[in-house]
């Protein structure tokens, strides 16, 4: 089955960027929509942004629109996620998943079928 490993977490100030990467270890990984979630302690694991296999359709949450970028690179199996204008309450624990198939809009963590272990974000005020 699909393996994603993400990088790119750490400590970064207010107003500074991150970029992410979610790389697969599947050969066919454009065959999958991915999604971006985050997860901080005790609250439930929120929706970022999904992207169609090609990477010509992608979709954000409100929260995070206009400040994240998705996109991604299948010669290299690997989805980014470059975040922008970082907040402290962007702090938690970001993770990909993929799912077979079509782009949907995706936004709930069960429409999809394989997860990497997650990587910290934490933004300093």
């Known amino acids: 089955q699909v393996h994603l490993v993400e990088s790119g977490g750490g400590l970064v100030q207010a107003g500074g960027s991150l970029r992410l990467s979610c790389a697969a270890s599947?050969?066919?990984?454009?065959?999958?929509?991915v999604g971006w979630f985050r997860q901080a302690p005790g609250k439930e694991r929120e929706f970022l942004s999904v992207?169609?296999?090609?990477?010509?359709?992608?979709y954000y949450a409100d929260s995070v629109k206009g400040r994240f970028t998705i996109s991604r690179d299948n010669a290299k199996n690997t989805v980014y996620l470059q975040m922008n204008s970082l907040k402290p309450e962007d702090t938690a624990i970001y993770y990909c998943?993929?799912?077979?198939?079509?782009?949907?809009?995706?936004?709930?963590?069960?429409?999809?079928?394989?997860w990497g272990q997650g990587t910290q974000v934490t933004v300093s005020s």
């Open positions: 599947e050969r066919t990984f454009s065959s999958y929509t």
């Open positions: 998943a993929a799912r077979p198939g079509a782009f949907i809009i995706a936004t709930t963590r069960y429409e999809y079928d394989y």
């Open positions: 992207i169609s296999r090609s990477g010509g359709i992608t």
